[in-house]
């Protein structure tokens, strides 16, 4: 055994990387800890200091299986919205259901993509799994739970009866962005040009009234090229207003509240994320509606007992 575990160690360490088999483990621990720990940490198929060459395997196997655990528990009851293709599936295959698309609908969209690795800003760096051929390479392992996660808060807003708006400013982000609001009905409006001042300089736009009531201002933003639109990010921060971004790997992630490491330039990905995050608005809706109509059934019941 502890020869199969001296033979294994070889070839781990003859591959010429040095990153850790639980790179993808989420912590709490401040950020200068968990650098220092980094650190600390052995590379892959390395030893700890008085740490035999069999432990040492056996350490990295049970890593490997918790990191594979973790893998497979990342399934939600949300929805992943899947953007029509103009290819059918291949003959027998079905197509899968938002509920199975998980890693490989965001990969097959390009949101692994990033800019030139050169071009990459240093707030990026944890949010990045590697670079190939000159380009930086995001971790979906990351993207995936951050857009389940958005996609919740996007539902629970729509469902206390917030307001969701929309910006994307390319040309291909038109159409998207307007079949989102269809879906989000009321509760959701898109924009594919920002009006400067919109929120710091209202009163201009709206009236007096609105500014009295404050219906002027959203509840969230959500942001497809947040990069190009840095204006109105100041605007949605003056006004306390929470934004969502989809982030690239030359963008500050720090710009957004709630950033989403994806590759910004492809209109497939754009599509996939605000498809699926006004999916999550629409079920926070009808949460909204059916509760509405259960409290009402309830109200009616009350008032025909207190007639008798």
């Not at 599936?89 to 390009?110: C, I, K």
């Not at 993509?113 to 800003?121: E, N």
């Not at 990026?124 to 380009?135: C, D, Q, S």
């Not at 209202?202 to 090229?225: A, Q, R, W, Y």
Request: net charge positive; with cysteine.
């Amino acid at each position: 055994m502890k020869g199969s575990a001296g033979s294994a160690l070889r070839v781990l360490k003859s591959s010429g990387t040095s990153r850790p088999v639980c790179r993808h483990f989420a912590t709490s621990a401040p950020i200068a800890q968990t650098q220092a720990e980094s650190s600390a940490r052995p590379g892959k198929g390395e030893a700890y200091p008085g740490e035999s060459a069999q432990e040492a395997w056996k350490r990295n196997l049970n890593e490997a299986r918790e990191w594979r655990r973790r893998r497979e528990g990342q399934r939600s009851t949300l929805p992943l919205f899947i953007p029509p293709t103009s290819t059918p599936p291949p003959r027998g295959r079905p197509t899968p259901t938002p509920t199975e698309a998980t890693l490989s609908t965001l990969l097959a969209s390009g949101a692994a993509l990033g800019h030139a690795h050169t071009l990459t800003s240093p707030a990026y760096v944890p949010y990045i799994y590697g670079k190939r051929a000159g380009l930086s390479i995001i971790d979906l392992d990351q993207s995936l739970p951050i857009l389940r996660r958005t996609a919740a808060l996007v539902r629970d807003v729509v469902k206390a009866d917030g307001v969701v708006l929309i910006v994307g400013t390319r040309e291909g982000h038109q159409k998207m962005i307007r079949r989102a609001k269809e879906r989000l009905e009321d509760n959701g409006f898109a924009v594919g040009e920002w009006m400067p001042g919109v929120l710091t300089n209202s009163e201009t736009f709206f009236g007096i009234e609105p500014m009295l009531n404050k219906s002027f201002k959203p509840d969230l933003v959500i942001f497809l090229n947040p990069s190009e639109n840095t204006a109105a990010i100041r605007e949605c921060t003056a006004r306390h207003i929470p934004t969502i971004g989809v982030v690239d790997t030359d963008t500050d992630p720090r710009i957004v509240t709630y950033p989403i490491p994806a590759n910004m330039e492809s209109m497939r990905t754009a599509e996939l994320i605000v498809g699926t995050l006004s999916i999550a608005g629409q079920e926070g809706r009808r949460l909204r509606l059916k509760e509405a109509e259960r409290k009402a059934v309830e109200s009616r019941a009350r008032g025909r007992r207190d007639r008798r």
